[in-house]
């Protein structure tokens, strides 16, 4: 018999890693390379490395970063295949989508990863477990039976991420907090995220060459040992808890923008409805900023209008919108067929303001361009609104003080995060939202939103 679970002994995410990803790709397109040992290289030359290996390349210790010649050497026979990233990026994103059927995607770190954040329920191991299992045959009965994944489960995303690497192929470990940190003791520094070559150096130079060696140091001592807040960071994340901070840190280059958009619901299709969800997809997008550790300093706004067959002859010969106020970005008014077949007209615009990251800021920048909307007899039935935060500024570099803030807002958009985190979405909301509370797919929560970086559709 099995322990019974402590009941705190909770999963908060799940991290799939396919396994010998771009390998496991070409066998899949070419039944012939099955099992075979095979490399993927992206220069074919001698002097050329393998970038991915399949397993059976693997068990000849061949793998990532062998050079071609070497890999040729101790397989005369292996299947070398040119790389091509435009298939993997394919491959990725079904797989995302088999994914997506059986639980939302939160966040893809890389091409061959994908975490899910657990709700309610979902949370209980036994039911964690069945999501996990589900997700392996997802992918394979929609993308392909050679694809593999190993799935980690954890309290959080670091550890989370750990547990994808403790099994391949085709692993499923689950790490509970009952079993932190001593689950980890027999680990590598180096098996640790964030942990490379000059890191481990660098700990090994303090003294710390062992696993139980780190694990025997308090906060403080890990704060010293890195000498920055991830040693905080990482002595929470290995005991298992969830500091909301662990999202594998998006560089900032690549972060430029974060937003949301949805297609309203038929009856959500009036001025009012389409206010409501702005203000959700507001209050969504701020906590994200927060959780994500940037300021913004542009909001902009997105809404698409269904026309009436008259409304688009008429609007087609062009009158654009006027606006008025401080310095609005041009507005548009454009007919174009929406992929679904609706025939539309959009509006947009863009504030600019003082960097800030609390919802009431942000919240007074969306209601001053929502004032500027066109509100004539072809701008009645809104079907898409859009709220984007641009010009994304890292926490780190925003310089405190610099900037006057009015009253405790920074402070209050925390304690609602916090609130919303602990006990789910709407626990704590602003009025506005009420009337869209059940509008947007209820499976995607404040804590749980699609990302996708560095483009309109987030
Ligand atoms: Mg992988």
């Not at 919108?321 to 609005?328: D, I, N, T």
């Amino acid at each position: 018999m099995a322990e019974p679970l402590q009941s705190d002994d909770l999963f908060g995410f799940l991290h799939v890693d396919l396994n010998s990803f771009f390998a496991s790709v070409e066998q899949e397109l070419h039944p012939e390379y099955r099992n075979r040992p095979l490399g993927v290289t992206a220069t074919m030359a001698d002097t050329g490395t393998l970038i991915a290996a399949s397993y059976e390349a693997k068990a000849l210790k061949i793998r990532t970063g062998t050079k071609v010649a070497e890999a040729r050497q101790l397989c005369p026979d292996i299947v070398l295949v040119s790389s091509d990233h435009s298939v993997y990026a394919k491959f990725s994103h079904n797989i995302t989508k088999a994914v997506e059927r059986i639980c939302p995607v939160a966040h893809n770190p890389s091409i061959d990863e994908m975490v899910c954040q657990l709700m309610g329920r979902e949370r209980q191991p036994p039911n964690a477990r069945r999501i996990a299992l589900d997700i392996k045959q997802a992918i394979k009965d929609d993308v392909g039976s050679t694809l593999r994944c190993s799935i980690g489960m954890a309290p959080n995303r670091y550890l989370a991420k750990i547990a994808s690497d403790m099994q391949k192929p085709d692993g499923l470990i689950g790490l509970l907090p009952s079993q932190l940190p001593r689950a980890l003791a027999h680990l590598e520094l180096r098996d640790l995220p964030g942990v490379g070559a000059r890191t481990e150096a660098r700990l090994n130079a303090k003294g710390i060459t062992t696993m139980p060696q780190l694990l025997a140091l308090d906060r403080a001592g890990m704060h010293k040992l890195m000498d920055s807040v991830w040693g905080d960071r990482m002595y929470h994340w290995l005991r298992g808890h969830d500091t909301g901070d662990d999202g594998a840190p998006v560089p900032s280059e690549i972060q430029k923008s974060l937003g949301h958009s949805h297609v309203l619901a038929p009856e959500h299709r009036t001025p009012e409805g389409a206010w409501a969800v702005a203000h959700k997809l507001l209050h969504k997008a701020a906590m994200r900023l927060r959780m994500e550790h940037f300021y913004t300093a542009s909001l902009a706004v997105t809404i698409k209008y269904s026309l009436s067959r008259d409304q688009a002859r008429s609007l087609g010969d062009c009158h654009p919108e006027r606006s008025e106020g401080p310095a609005p970005a041009p507005a548009q008014a454009r007919v174009r067929k929406h992929t679904s077949g609706i025939t539309q007209t959009g509006w947009g615009m863009e504030a600019r303001f003082q960097p800030a990251q609390d919802t009431l800021s942000l919240l007074a920048a969306l209601q001053g361009c929502w004032k500027q909307a066109p509100n004539g007899p072809e701008h009645q039935k809104p079907f898409f609104v859009g709220v984007t935060m641009t010009k994304l500024i890292p926490e780190a570099e925003y310089q405190a003080g610099l900037f006057e803030e009015p009253g405790n807002r920074n402070q209050l958009s925390h304690t609602m995060d916090k609130l919303n985190l602990k006990y789910g979405h709407s626990t704590l909301h602003f009025a506005g939202m009420l009337p869209a509370r059940d509008s947007a797919p209820t499976r995607i929560a404040f804590t749980q939103i699609p990302v996708q970086y560095g483009n309109d559709w987030m």
